[in-house]
């Protein structure tokens, strides 16, 4: 099993350009999240999803958007990159209220 | 929603000693609280979980606590070891809403 798995790994934006930040999972878990973690700070739910079509804002949604239209993805996207968003960015599944399992990260930087 | 304090920020302790890692939580409907170790450069990994039916749970050297009535639980590392060092992560969560929101970490380094 690959689990969760991120792309990409790593990537630099420049001010204004937008870009998906992809997610997938084979566990057949019905919950997702994306947390970002900024430079020695805790995680900041961004979004998260109870299932396919469903989405809900966590604790710091502005300038994401996200989609669930299977049980295996949950991209997020970034409109409009600025600075504030330099961080690294972690998706993770679990199935209901239970162990969360996340990926790798994708650590993004905005100049 | 739910808010999740944690605290020391920071923890050192020689090897053998334990380590007790503190969080308290704002919503008194949580009833799911996992503990989650980061080593440098890794992704976060699930330690050891209780929910709110359970007053203690232990795994080897390691124990969390929780008090329902004060809001607040507890990670509890004994006989600590160089490779207990990395940053902790508490969290909460209730059924109806399904968000995990974490506390914002502890550092410990354990020194030999």
């Known amino acids: 099993n690959a689990g969760v798995t991120q792309t990409p790994k790593f990537r630099i934006l420049k001010i204004g350009q937008s870009m998906t930040l992809q997610c997938t999972q084979d566990m057949n878990h019905n919950y997702m999240y994306w947390y970002r973690q900024d430079p020695g700070m805790g995680l900041k739910l961004i979004y998260y999803?109870?299932?396919?079509?469903?989405?809900d804002k966590g604790e710091v949604p502005n300038g994401y958007n996200v989609s669930r239209s299977t049980t295996e993805d949950f991209p997020l996207r970034l409109e409009l990159a600025a600075p504030s968003q330099t961080s690294v960015y972690f998706c993770?599944?679990?199935?209901?209220?239970?162990?969360?399992?996340f990926g790798q990260g994708t650590r993004l930087t905005v100049v | 929603g739910e808010n999740v304090e944690q605290h020391p920020s920071t923890l050192s302790v020689q090897e053998g000693d334990s380590a007790v890692i503190k969080c308290t939580y704002s919503d008194s409907a949580s009833n799911y609280f996992p503990w989650y170790k980061q080593e440098l450069g890794k992704r976060p990994q699930l330690i050891i979980d209780i929910r709110s039916n359970v007053g203690e749970k232990k795994d080897q050297r390691i124990a969390v606590t929780l008090n329902k009535t004060a809001k607040h639980f507890s990670l509890h590392i004994t006989e600590t070891q160089p490779e207990d060092s990395a940053v902790y992560f508490c969290a909460a969560s209730r059924k109806d809403t399904d968000k995990l929101i974490f506390g914002t970490g502890t550092r410990l380094q354990v020194f030999p």
């Open positions: 993770a599944s679990s199935k209901q209220v239970l162990e969360a399992f």
């Open positions: 999803s109870v299932g396919a079509g469903i989405t």
